[in-house]
């Protein structure tokens, strides 16, 4: 087989693993004897899910949310790197492929968030859209469930936290601008490279870095308090551009950033070590090796606090880099806290009406 029939084009995962929980497995043991290749880079189709409640809940003491909603599994963006593959398996598909062609979608979010906004004694606290998958992937232009949320968050006035690297968000900014007056929003704009031939292998259907820019700077003009998130930091591939991006970000509005360091956990392992294979063959181990070396010696780490900023040396002289650069190009500024007492629930106007 050669490399052009072998590499899909558009698509992150280059192989479909495996789901760990399922008892089958396909397997190609005859190749000579198909008509056709078993793998093929099919179309995205989309399935649709009607759970019983939307926001999700976490304790883990590393992340700064602690309620999230997720309005779509599954991601068309097809970033190869991206943690929330494994989550993929839960719906009895495939972390690689599968999740970035099986997307799994709530048409009645914005419903159950009203609901649950209206149920005795639910407290407000700030809701982080997504937690896990981005709510603005290309499915959301048709289908505008992150918009339906966001008029939700408005009418209730409920802080919302969101985080995307897609220039769809720039169709909401009525609602965002609306939201920032009353200090109920706040906005983190992806980047981790300006190097474009870089993004369109490892992100291969996002948006470019140099529309992204373009999105903080629209954003931050609109008085939308926006946040650079330069996720993952991956050593050997994109970890020398920080100061770059950090500029490049501040200089069009950001007001902070943050960072996390690659770690493959679970599939992700795997997709990784045969995408970068394929990708870029002649710095596979060095790289490899150098996330290896940021995580003891493994490819992931689990460990609180410790699994998105590594540990050992590499990691340190990333951590280092970071904090010069914010510390240079954006001083001390930081996102204002949203504001949480202005929530008003239906029966909270009722009672108001007495």
């Known amino acids: ?48 899910e009607t759970p019983k409640k939307i926001i999700s809940t976490n304790d883990s003491p590393d992340l700064s949310f602690r309620q ?10 097809g970033c190869i790197y ?35 906004f209206n149920k005795k004694g ?14 603005y992937q290309p499915i959301e232009r048709k289908l505008k469930i992150t918009r339906s949320l966001l008029q939700v968050f408005q009418r209730y006035h409920h802080p919302v936290s969101m985080i995307t690297k897609n220039n769809l968000i720039l169709r909401d900014i009525d609602i965002l601008s609306e939201l ?3 200090n109920l929003v706040h906005v983190a704009i992806t980047i981790n490279s300006l190097n474009e031939e870089l993004r369109m292998k490892m992100e291969p259907r996002t948006v470019t870095a140099k529309g992204r820019l373009k999105v903080i700077e629209k954003l931050s003009n609109a008085g939308i308090p926006v946040f650079l998130m330069c996720a993952p930091i991956i050593p050997g591939l994109n970890s020398d551009e920080m100061p770059q991006l950090i500029k490049a970000a501040a200089d069009c509005g950001a007001k902070s950033a943050g960072f996390t360091l690659v770690r493959l956990n679970g599939a992700i392992a795997e997709i990784f070590t045969d995408w970068i294979n394929k990708t870029y063959p002649d710095r596979a ?20 606090s410790r699994r998105s900023r590594g540990s050992g040396q590499m990691a340190e002289s990333i951590h280092k880099l970071f904090y010069i650069s ?7 500024a930081h996102l204002p806290p949203l504001c949480n007492n202005l929530f008003t629930p239906k029966h909270g106007k009722q009672l108001k009406m007495f």
């Not at 943690?83 to 709530?106: C, P, Q, T």
């Not at 639910?122 to 981005?134: E, F, K, P, R, V």
């Not at 914010?326 to 001390?332: H, L």
């Open 1 to 48: 087989m050669d490399s052009e029939r072998e590499y899909f084009k558009g698509r992150g995962s280059q192989i479909n693993p495996n789901n760990k929980f399922a008892q089958n497995k396909y397997k190609t043991e005859f190749i000579e004897g198909l008509d056709e290749e078993l793998l093929e880079n099919s179309s995205t189709k989309f399935y649709q």
């Open 68 to 77: 999230s909603i997720n309005p779509y599994q599954g991601c068309e963006h």
């Open 82 to 116: 991206c943690y929330a593959r494994n989550s993929h398996e839960y719906w009895g598909f495939s972390a690689g492929l599968d999740f970035e062609r099986k997307i799994i979608v709530k048409h009645n979010a914005a419903a159950l968030l009203e609901e649950a």
């Open 122 to 135: 639910y407290q407000a606290d700030t809701i982080m859209l997504s937690g896990n998958t981005d709510c």
């Open 180 to 182: 920032a007056k009353e």
């Open 285 to 304: 181990e060095k790289v490899l090796h150098a996330i290896a070396e940021s995580h003891g010696g493994k490819l992931n780490d689990s460990e609180w």
């Open 326 to 332: 914010r510390k240079r190009y954006m001083g001390d």
